[in-house]
């Protein structure tokens, strides 16, 4: 029985989906404890694909609790829809998922003014979910929490006030059409009535369950280069994936946490704008994106594709604490004759000791590489760590080695059944 948090260890899109699938089997309770809607967690059970954005991938899995910690900012619309999705698969949600009392929502201006702004020069390749403007009405005092939504006078008073100024933002700043109080008003007064039953003090449910022995997996969204704090700032999305997240995004503190596993895929993909060192702007890029099918499963946007950073996973080591971690979309690989990781960056002739926290400094680097034979055979319906070919085992050895990350998971392919345990 342990307390686990799980990070992407890269920026998103590692494959924490299926591996929380896989490692929920021996966990109670699934939790997320930051973002929103902007993730897209996919999980392959048999030939059926599910895509989950705010509902804990622990869902699927009949006797696991899902919690929704204060940590994530919630879209009702989006969680409605993805209510109604789940039911239609047959999937019972009654009684197995909480929301926190605490959590943010998202409202209607959020998602407004995330895509204005997407619009300006400060750009930076967000997925339209709200999720900036919203954390930025949290830390700024004013955001609309789920408690709000039991006093319904306050409530109203709340969202009249917000809307005074983001009316005002939109009229003046941003010469747009200004938004109806009243039906922000109505709407949200029909999601209190939808959530109602599943709203709890989910930071008192978890410290209980903790204390009680029961097991508990945290599910990271994003990845640590994602982090507002530790991340390719601004190039960020505006919360704290990283393992520390897990203890101020559900209120379970550092000291019940025993374990950070990582999610680390064999190479690096990117979505939307900022530095990336390892991109391939060219064919082998292309043939990444192509074989591990690499667009987005929030926006359907390309993603940018690479060799593996084993600096950069070293730095995302060092600030999650990783002890253990799973290597996924290995099998993506397996058509590669030479296969490259970055062991390094130099900057100005001078090799770098740190990974460097200035983005205009990290699109000045230049990679240093080392040249890997590639297996140049299908290693996705191989089952045991000692039949993977020689070269295989080899490189995922030397990514152990710079990393300093142990794969204790070996995930060669989307299914459940093709994950090998070490
Ligand atoms: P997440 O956001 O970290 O949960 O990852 P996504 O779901 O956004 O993207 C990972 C994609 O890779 C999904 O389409 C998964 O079905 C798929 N996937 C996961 N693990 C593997 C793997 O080991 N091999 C291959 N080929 N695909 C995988
Ligand atoms: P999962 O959980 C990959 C990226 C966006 C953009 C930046 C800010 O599926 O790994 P935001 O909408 O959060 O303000 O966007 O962060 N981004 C992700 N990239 N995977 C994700 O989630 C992401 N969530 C946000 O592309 O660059
Ligand atoms: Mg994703």
Redesign the pocket.
């Known amino acids: 029985m342990s307390v686990t948090v799980l990070v992407?260890s890269q920026w998103?899109?590692?494959?924490?989906?299926?591996v929380v699938d896989i490692l929920s089997e021996e966990y109670k309770i699934v939790a997320r404890y930051q973002g929103g809607a902007n993730?897209?967690?996919?999980?392959?059970i048999g030939e059926k694909?599910f895509?989950l954005h705010l509902i804990p991938?622990g869902i699927l899995r009949e006797d696991v609790t899902c919690v929704i910690g204060n940590g994530v900012v919630l879209d009702p619309e989006a969680l409605i829809h993805e209510m109604e999705f789940l039911r239609s698969q047959n999937i019972n949600i009654e009684g197995r998922l909480f929301i926190s009392h605490n959590a943010h929502l998202i409202m209607p201006y959020h998602k407004l003014l995330d895509s204005i702004k997407e619009e300006g020069e400060n750009k930076i390749g967000t997925t339209g979910k709200g999720i900036g403007p919203c954390y930025n009405d949290k830390y700024a005092r004013r955001g609309i929490r789920i408690v709000d939504l039991l006093n319904k006078d306050e409530l109203i008073k709340k969202i009249k006030l917000n809307l005074k100024e983001k009316n005002a933002l939109l009229k003046n700043v941003y010469h747009r059409e200004e938004l109806d109080a009243d039906k922000i008003i109505e709407e949200y007064l029909r999601f209190d009535e939808l959530i109602d039953p599943y709203v709890k003090d989910t930071a008192l449910f978890l410290n209980k369950a903790a204390d009680a022995g029961e097991s508990i997996l945290f599910e990271g969204?994003q990845g640590a280069l994602l982090d507002v704090d530790f991340g390719t700032y601004p190039y960020v999305t505006s919360s704290n994936p990283t393992a520390g997240g897990a203890s101020t995004g559900t209120g379970l503190p550092p000291t019940k946490i025993d374990k950070v596993f990582g999610?680390v895929k064999a190479y690096t993909t990117r979505v939307g704008l900022g530095a990336f060192p390892t991109e391939l702007n060219n064919e082998v890029g292309e043939k990444l994106r192509k074989i591990?099918?690499e667009y987005?499963?929030t926006t359907g946007r390309p993603r940018r594709c690479g060799w593996f950073d084993a600096f950069l996973v070293k730095y995302s080591q060092t600030i999650n604490g990783i002890t253990e971690a799973a290597l996924?979309?290995?099998?993506?690989l397996s058509e590669f004759d030479e296969i490259k990781v970055c062991v390094g960056y130099e900057l100005n002739g001078k090799r770098l000791n740190s990974f460097p926290s200035d983005v205009t400094r990290l699109e000045q680097v230049t990679p240093i590489y080392e040249t890997l034979k590639g297996w140049g055979s299908d290693i996705?319906d191989i089952k045991e760590y000692n039949d993977l070919p020689s070269e295989t085992k080899d490189y995922i050895e030397f990514l152990e080695k710079q990393t300093g990350i142990y794969f204790s998971i070996i995930?060669?392919?989307?299914k459940r059944s093709?994950t090998i345990f070490r």
């Open positions: 992407g998103g899109d590692e494959g924490k989906g299926k993730a897209g967690h996919t999980i392959r694909e895509i991938s969204a999610i591990g099918a987005g499963a996924t979309k290995l099998d993506v996705s995930s060669v392919g989307a093709q």
